[in-house]
């Protein structure tokens, strides 16, 4: 069993930027495919990037390439983050933090709690 934290949302005006973390409770480093999802009320949850930690592998969707990075931390074995510039008012949801044994498609096993990114216009 995989226990996901996500942190970092919160309100920012279009334009700016925000930095997802995600903390897991075992080391994800080349073990796990890590995800990033969003999901706004009524309408499916959206895969938006992953990483396969062990060979660094990554994997956008078109909605967010080249605003959107995702990445591992160097030191720390557990943590996954979503650097998200150029925001946009679309760009609000609710954002979750994804584990998965291998990486395929969007298929996750394990979901963290989500945290909310509200983008201003």
């Known amino acids: 069993q995989v226990q996901l934290v996500e942190s970092g949302g919160g309100s920012v005006q279009a334009g700016g930027s925000l930095r997802l973390s995600c903390v897991a409770s075992v080391h994800t480093a080349g073990r796990y495919c890590m995800g990033w999802f969003r999901q706004v009320p009524g309408k499916e949850r959206e895969g938006l990037a992953r990483?396969?930690?062990?060979?660094?592998?990554?994997?956008y969707s078109d909605s967010v390439k080249g605003r959107f990075t995702i990445s591992l931390d160097d030191n720390a074995k557990n943590m996954v983050y979503l650097q998200m510039n150029g925001l946009k008012p679309e760009d609000s949801a609710m954002y979750y933090c994804a584990a998965a044994p291998i990486c395929y498609g969007w298929t996750f096993t394990y979901w963290g709690q989500g945290t909310q990114v509200t983008v201003s216009s």
């Open positions: 990483i396969y930690a062990a060979s660094g592998s990554t994997y």
